[in-house]
């Protein structure tokens, strides 16, 4: 066969499946009319065609409320009945043409929106001809296309923002791994800000002459790449505080492991990194030494303050590091700082006078109900008094 001969063959083979998948999908709704499968005892029809023929249960069903759908949609099964349109284009037209608004003015809509999503559909692939479904009625309609739109729209905009997820955890390999969902603005907006990071001229810029060069397009790892760098430049100090301090993470390392690039650091969450990464890291974050008593930082701010400053809040999360209450890990950076002594009854504003307690336990130890009792490991216990 010549070329001209095999691309030819291969356009008619798509357009004979297409009329074969149009055959089967109308079988399959007559199947369903004389209950087929109900007389062998399955659950349905579309149970009984998916074991008859070894399909996955899910997608039998789905071809099945296709092949109904199809019946009520005449002009749809005779496009894909031709191989004019493809079953994934007939599943667009007629989800959408089977979601609008029963009370429309004018009875004739969803036949003018099938004639049109069929004419755009032989220009159009599935994915293109979805998005302009959504907005159809604003094209035969626009009375009152536009006014359903916008009523769709921020329904969906809303849905979209109070169903939002994230998941992230350690991998325990050095990585984290997460998934999420979030509205199409938000994730509009993380993707233009990665790609500013993974452009080909930032990283031309960024690279080493030793490097292999930038690809054109970014790929996957690549905008892993943008998303680590995306992290390392947000301002902390602009972020929303947490546990009284400024979003930041907390590494520590012996000094002398700093200078000589070797060792490794940890994180407050007691996850280690290296130590060149830390420097890394230094040479464009500011350095508070986690030292007591150092000029660089006034850790013991005595009766001057009534809250913790952040200096002493970054302290105690490195020498307490969860809450202090027996048998409780809340973590530090959602603790509330708390005085032993009473600041109203005269306690200091120091390191001395501090400890951490998760926002229970700190209730607790204001609750005149129950009595606390510090030990020497510096643990608090309560029970109830008599």
Avoid at 25 to 32: D, F, G, I, S
Avoid at 170 to 183: E, L, N, T, V
Avoid at 344 to 362: E, F, I, Q, V, Y
Wanted: one cysteine or more.
């Amino acid at each position: 066969m010549s070329d001209t001969e095999v691309s030819s063959a291969l356009l008619e083979a798509t357009r004979l499946r297409a009329q074969v998948e149009a055959l089967e999908l109308r079988l399959a709704a007559e199947a369903e009319r004389r209950a087929v499968g109900d007389k062998v005892g399955a659950t349905d029809t579309a149970s009984w065609w998916g074991h008859e023929t070894r399909q996955d249960r899910p997608a039998a069903k789905r071809r099945m409320r296709l092949a109904e759908s199809l019946d009520r949609h005449a002009p749809t099964a005779s496009a894909l009945a031709e191989g004019a349109i493809s079953v994934d284009h007939a599943r667009v037209i007629t989800e959408c043409v089977d979601k609008l608004p029963d009370d429309l003015p004018d009875p004739t809509i969803p036949e003018r929106a099938e004639k049109h999503l069929l004419n755009e559909a032989l220009d159009r692939d599935p994915k293109s001809l979805a998005i302009l479904a959504k907005h159809v009625l604003t094209v035969v309609a626009p009375e009152i296309g536009e006014e359903h739109d916008a009523r769709a729209l921020e329904r969906e905009e809303r849905e979209a923002r109070a169903t939002a997820w994230l998941t992230m955890c350690p991998d325990g390999r050095g990585s984290y791994r997460g998934k999420f969902a979030i509205p199409t603005l938000h994730g509009e907006m993380l993707r233009k800000m990665l790609l500013a990071f993974a452009a080909p001229k930032h990283q031309a810029a960024a690279k080493n002459e030793s490097e292999p060069e930038v690809e054109r397009r970014p790929s996957p790892d690549g905008m892993g790449d943008a998303f680590c760098e995306l992290l390392e430049r947000l301002p902390a100090d602009k972020l929303p505080q947490l546990g009284g301090l400024n979003a930041s993470v907390v590494v520590l390392i012996d000094y002398t492991d700093l200078e000589s690039d070797v060792g490794r650091a940890t994180l407050e969450s007691g996850e280690p990194i290296s130590a060149s990464m830390t420097r890394r890291m230094a040479c464009e974050a500011g350095l508070i030494p986690a030292v007591l008593g150092r000029t660089s930082e006034l850790l013991d701010l005595g009766r001057t303050a009534r809250l913790f400053s952040g200096a002493q809040r970054r302290g105690l999360a490195i020498t307490q590091k969860t809450c202090t209450a027996v048998g409780c890990d809340w973590p530090a950076h959602l603790c509330h700082a708390h005085h032993d002594e009473s600041w109203l009854s005269g306690g200091k504003t120091n390191m001395d006078n501090a400890r951490l307690l998760c926002p229970r336990h700190h209730a607790r130890i204001h609750d005149p109900r129950f009595e606390a009792t510090i030990h020497p490991d510096n643990q608090v216990t309560f029970h109830l008094r008599t």
